[in-house]
């Protein structure tokens, strides 16, 4: 139902800035949350920060204050501002997609796109 691109992603140093991004094929109007997770080599996926329709941003407590999740509608795509990047904030980040309106009936469904890589040199 929707298909999810990441770009962004590449090589840091420790205190520095990536903005990843993440195009949907779809009006993300139509998406009741879309989000962030990723993960790191022998760990479990984990959420980094996620933005639900009529609530506030959620993040991972490792990432407040770091980290900004924003959408920008007009170009169906949302975005991950990552600032004082840490060593331990390297891994594949994923973007994610779930409940898509879809002529009326939601798909409950979580779609993922294919992951960017982010790592961060001490």
């Known amino acids: 139902q929707v298909q999810l691109v990441e770009s962004g992603g590449g090589l840091v140093q420790a205190g520095g800035s990536l903005r990843l991004s993440c195009a949907a094929s779809?009006?993300?109007?139509?998406?009741?949350?879309m989000g962030w997770y990723r993960q790191a080599p022998g760990k479990l996926r984990e959420l980094v920060a996620r933005s639900t329709t009529g609530a506030m941003a959620n993040y991972a407590d490792s990432v407040k204050g770091r980290f900004t999740i924003s959408r920008d509608n007009a170009k169906n795509t949302i975005y991950l501002q990552m600032n004082s990047l840490k060593p331990e904030d390297t891994a594949v980040y994923y973007c994610?997609?779930?409940?898509?309106?879809?002529?009326?009936?939601?798909?409950?469904?979580?779609?993922w796109g294919q992951g960017t890589q982010v790592t961060v040199s001490s």
């Open positions: 994610n997609a779930v409940g898509v309106w879809v002529g009326g009936v939601i798909d409950v469904s979580a779609y």
């Open positions: 779809r009006s993300i109007n139509s998406i009741n949350a």
